[in-house]
């Protein structure tokens, strides 16, 4: 079983990765999101807890399946 800060850490870099591998900067990411720099950054690290709504958010931004962040 996977403890919270794991998973957060797990969601982070796959997140990241999927940025990258489009070629976006984190500021383009949060442009996109209306979202700020600096809580890109955080969600990026796995160091803030978000909602499902803005993972939700996210997946529809990068153009993914939820399943493929998660």
Do not use: P
Request: a negative charge; zero cysteines; glycine letters at 4%.
């Amino acid at each position: 079983m996977l403890e919270k800060n794991e998973t957060l850490i797990r969601i982070g870099l796959k997140i990241r990765e999927i940025r990258e591998s489009q070629k976006l900067s984190i500021q383009d990411l949060a442009d996109k999101l209306d979202m700020e720099y600096n809580n890109v950054i955080r969600i990026e690290k796995g160091i803030t807890n978000f909602t499902i709504g803005t993972l939700v958010k996210i997946a529809n931004t990068l153009e993914v399946d939820l399943k493929d962040i998660v």
